[in-house]
């Protein structure tokens, strides 16, 4: 099974001031708009209970079976 999804993200934010010499604001702030577009893809396979890739990727990922 394939599984396929696009997300999309909009953020907007101050990232800046400035200050005068006695802390006060001392011009407009600075704003950053940030998107994010991202592709997030997932792949399920099943597989017998005898085939080697899967006894492989069990050891690799879950560690050796006991008895």
Do not use: C, W, Y
């Not at 708009?33 to 399920?44: F, G, K, M, Y």
């Amino acid at each position: 099974m394939l599984d396929v999804t696009f997300e999309r993200r909009e953020n907007q934010g101050d990232v800046g001031l400035r200050l005068d010499a006695q802390g006060a604001p001392a011009g407009e702030v600075t704003r950053e708009t940030v998107v994010e577009n991202r592709v997030v893809a997932s792949l399920i396979v099943r597989m017998g209970a005898d085939d080697p890739i899967k006894r492989a990727l069990g050891f690799l990922f879950g560690g050796p079976e006991r008895e």
